[in-house]
C-alpha cells in the first residue's frame, strides 16, 4: 500500500471547499425549514444518497454487504448515525444554526475519551487532558453565561444547546462503533451506505410520527435536498474519504477546524443570527481545546524542537 502524503495546494483548497460545503449544512437545513423540516430533509436526503452510493460499494472477494461480519456493526453505526441527525434536526428548532454547528464540531472531544478507556494505543497524553478540559471551559462559558433575555428564549435555546451537544457526543460515538468493529476494514463507501439507508429507514416514519413530513415544495426546498443530497451526502463526503487515502489524516484534520467558523459566518449572513459575546468566547476556548487533542503530537515536536533551541 502506498504511503500518504502531505498536503499540497490542490488538497488544501479542496479540503477549503469542503469545509465550506459543512458549514452551509445546518445553515441550509434551517433556511428550508419553513417549507420542509430539517427531519425530513435529512430522511430524503440521507435515502437518495444511498440510492447513489450503492453502485460505489467494492466489497472484498467473498464478502456481502448483508453478511453477517458486517451487518450488526452496519446496523448499529447506522442507527447512530440517524440518532444524530435527529438531534441535529431538532436542535435547529429551538437554537440557532451557528450554535449547532459549533456544539455539534466537539465530537473529536468525545472520541479521544472513549478510545482512551478501550484501547491502549489511544491514552490520552497530558497535552491532551489540557486540551479536553480547555473544551469543557468554553463549553462551560457558552452555556451559562448568557445575556439576560426572556426564561422561555434562554430555556428553548439551552435545551437546543444541549441537543447539538449531545449530537456530537453520538458522532463521537458512530466515530468509535466504526474504529472497534469489523467496518474498520471495510471500505468507506460501504460503512456510508449503512449510515445513509438506516437513517432513511429510521428518519423517515419519524418525521410522520412527529407531524413534522409536511413538504411545501419550492426552491428553496428542492435547493436545500439537491444541495444536502448530492453535494454533501454524496460528493463531498467521497471526496473526503479520498482525500484520507492519498493525503495525511493528521494534516487534513486541521482544516476541518475551520467548519464551524464558516457555520458561525454563514448563521450570521444568511439567517440574521445574532452571537452573542459569551457564545464566541466559549467557541474559541472550545476550537483551542479540540485542535490541541488533535494536533498533540504536532505541539510536542514543536516544543521539543524550542526546547532545544534554548540551549
Known sequence: MSSRQALDSKASGIMFGLCILWGLQQVVLKLAAPDISAVMQIALRSGLSALMVYPMIKLAKGTSLWGRDYLAAGILVGLLFAAEFFLVAQALRFTSAAHTVVLLYTAPIFVVLGLHWKLPSERLSLIQWLGIACAFFGIV??????????????????WGDALALLAGVLWAATTIAVRLTKLAEAPATQTLFYQLFIAFLVLLPVAFFMGQATIHWSVLSLTSL???????????????????????ASQLGV??????????????VLLNEHLELNFLVGTCFVLMGVMVVSLHHKIKQYAQAFKVALQ
Not at 147 to 153: C, E, T, V
Not at 255 to 268: D, N
Request: net charge positive.
Open 226 to 248: 439537491l444541495f444536502h443530497t448530492v453535494v454533501v451526502s454524496f460528493a463531498s463526503y467521497l471526496i473526503w474519504f479520498w482525500l484520507l487515502k492519498k493525503y495525511l
Open 141 to 158: 462559558i457558552a452555556f451559562l453565561f448568557r445575556p439576560a433575555a426572556s426564561q422561555a428564549a434562554a430555556s428553548s435555546a439551552l
Open 255 to 268: 482544516f476541518s477546524f475551520l467548519t464551524p467558523i464558516f457555520g458561525m459566518c454563514f448563521g450570521v
